[in-house]
């Protein structure tokens, strides 16, 4: 059975979620509503998947995510949020999560979503997209990153537009003669290099700041 | 306000002045008043400009009282008190250029009038002073000449100097309030955003599990849901060099049918561009709304690609078959996108309409 904390700071919408997901099949084994709170039971409890609101009392989800993953980076993380604080949602994906839906959505669309998280799959919406192009944009034309910024291939950003203009998987497979599983690749891929350069700036930067001489990098 | 506004400080000032030139007067009727004709007289006025300098100190020191009968009086008090020297100083030595009775005492008026209404107000009360005091010497010397210029450039400038710091007080003032009203904003945004919005997003999800008459009512809170979250979006104004942030013109169209996809930051465009693309787009979304049925979904995709800007819209409608694009079009269903053509034509863009898993239109604007 699948593990799963949900991280919200709505106790109605909490319990509401956890409920959907109990009967689903998964075993919820947290449900919190507070930033610390959540990072503990997250890096002691080690969950499979993580859902995680943005908008917490005592800090931001983006937060969350980033403890969690520094002392267990397998957890998968999907942000399920009704904030439309895109620069948030753009800060939660490079920090890691996986997907992003909104509150809206419906009940079997957030379990076909929570469904591939914890297989390990992208979940992307148009919107998510679209930031993750403007994101791509905006790092090849920023001066300080222009060089080694990364870079989409040419079909990677095909598809990504597909993506941010509503088109479905098997839409985008059949429009450009690819089988599902690849359109799904090339997703997970601009995911990963992003995610990859997160990371990679992070450790730079603490390498400027000299904290890598305490032996211990976050 | 907590803070002395501007105009206080600016009459206080003319009171102060109004104090150091009856000092400067009293001081030169000390020296002088044994060579004048009628020294009893010359004390009079000199205790009438030290009754009027508090009178006008209290008087214009109160806003209601800062009007036309106030600025009148102490015309005429200025105007009484400089003429009377007439009675006083001898002809012969005012001839000569001496001094008048209340000297640069005079100088005030001039300066409550500019205060008060700007610069040509302050020009003709110096026009007025000047009168009486050319009047007073009975001819036109060099030196008369020059207090007369003196005085007039005092009124100007001064009057306009004063607009000019009004007015950037003013404008201070309303970025302030502005400002205040976004932070007000913004509070509440993070109010609802917090209570109201998860409300509403649970409403319509649970609603839309149960089906029947509560999946009306999920929809319709589905609705408001998006409705009220782009209301409560902080929308900054325009920037002052005229530019927008295309994502605060097209949020607005959000709705449970149309979905928005932008990049997490601003892209801007001059605010007419800007104004055209949303309108462009509102057409598309219109089109869409018409020809599509209910169930149409349409997404709004913004690009910013540094050198231009694209915007496209694409919908799940049944679209039409390639090179049926004529057919399509006296059917009617695409006299709207010709029009946004020559929409984005005007603005130096393009836009081009496919058909492919629904009708997509794409709007593109050079930067």
């Known amino acids: 059975m699948t593990t799963v904390i949900v991280v919200d700071d709505h106790p109605m919408w909490r319990d509401g979620v956890a409920r959907d997901l109990a009967e689903a099949g998964y075993q919820v084994i947290a449900a919190v509503g507070e930033a610390a709170q959540a990072v503990r039971l997250g890096t002691s409890l080690k969950p499979e998947v993580m859902i995680v609101d943005l908008q917490l009392a005592d800090g931001s989800g983006v937060e969350v995510i980033r403890g969690v993953l520094a002392t267990h980076p397998q957890a998968r993380i999907l942000v399920l949020s009704a904030s439309a604080e895109q620069q948030d949602v753009l800060e939660a994906v490079k920090a890691g999560a996986l997907g992003y839906l909104v509150k809206s959505a419906g009940r079997d669309e957030f379990l076909e979503a929570v469904r591939r998280t914890a297989q390990g799959d992208a979940v992307f919406t148009a919107g998510l997209a679209g930031l993750v192009l403007g994101e791509y944009r905006r790092l090849a034309a920023a001066p300080a990153t222009g060089s080694d910024a990364p870079r989409l291939t040419d079909r990677e950003t095909e598809v990504l537009r597909l993506v941010a203009k509503g088109l479905s998987y098997k839409q985008i497979a059949e429009r450009l003669v690819l089988s599902h599983r690849t359109v799904q690749n090339h997703v997970q891929n601009t995911l990963g290099k992003l995610q990859l350069h997160n990371r990679v700036e992070l450790v730079r930067y603490a390498i400027e700041q000299g904290l890598d001489d305490s032996g211990r990098v976050e | ?367």
């Open chain 2, 1 to 367: 306000m907590g803070l002395v506004g501007l105009e206080v400080v600016l009459w206080r000032a003319v009171a102060v002045y109004r104090f150091v030139a009856l000092g400067y007067a009293a001081v030169l009727m000390v020296n002088n008043y044994h060579s004048y004709t009628r020294p009893w007289l010359g004390w009079t006025v000199l205790a009438v400009m030290a009754v009027w300098s508090i009178v006008a100190t209290y008087t214009y020191g109160r806003a209601d009282l800062r009007g036309w009968p106030l600025l009148i009086a102490d015309l005429l008090v200025t105007m009484g008190c400089l003429i009377a020297s007439h009675w006083v100083v001898t002809e012969a030595s005012l001839r000569r250029g001496s001094a008048t009775l209340p000297m640069v005492w005079v100088a005030a008026v001039v300066a409550a009038w500019s205060f008060s209404g700007g610069r040509w107000r302050g020009v003709i009360a110096a026009l007025f002073i000047s009168g009486a005091d050319l009047w007073l010497r009975g001819s036109v010397t060099m030196a008369t000449v020059n207090a007369t210029v003196l005085l007039l450039l005092t009124g100007f400038i001064l009057g306009y100097v004063v607009s000019l710091a009004l007015d950037a007080e003013e404008q201070l003032q309303r970025a302030t309030k502005l400002e205040a009203a976004t932070k007000e904003r913004e509070r509440l945004a993070r109010g609802i955003h917090d209570s109201v919005l998860q409300v509403l997003a649970i409403i319509s999800k649970r609603g839309a599990e149960l089906g029947g008459e509560a999946a009306e009512l999920g929809r319709l809170a589905g609705e408001q849901e998006v409705t009220l979250r782009a209301l409560v979006s902080v929308a900054p104004p325009p920037t002052a060099s005229g530019q927008a942030d295309l994502r605060e013109r097209l949020r607005p169209f959000a709705s449970a049918q149309v979905q928005i996809a932008s990049p997490a930051t601003v892209v801007p465009l001059p605010a007419e561009v800007a104004d055209e693309l949303a309108a462009a787009v509102n057409s598309a979304l219109d089109n869409v709304r018409v020809h599509g049925g209910p169930q149409t979904r349409a997404w709004v995709l913004l690009e910013d690609e540094g050198d231009s800007v694209t915007v496209t819209i694409r919908d799940n409608g049944p679209g039409f078959p390639n090179g049926r694009l004529a057919q399509a079009a006296q059917e009617g269903r695409l006299g709207v996108a010709q029009s946004i053509v020559g929409r984005l034509r005007d603005i130096g863009g393009s836009a081009s309409v496919t058909s492919h898993d629904g009708t997509e239109v794409e709007l593109r604007v050079p930067r």
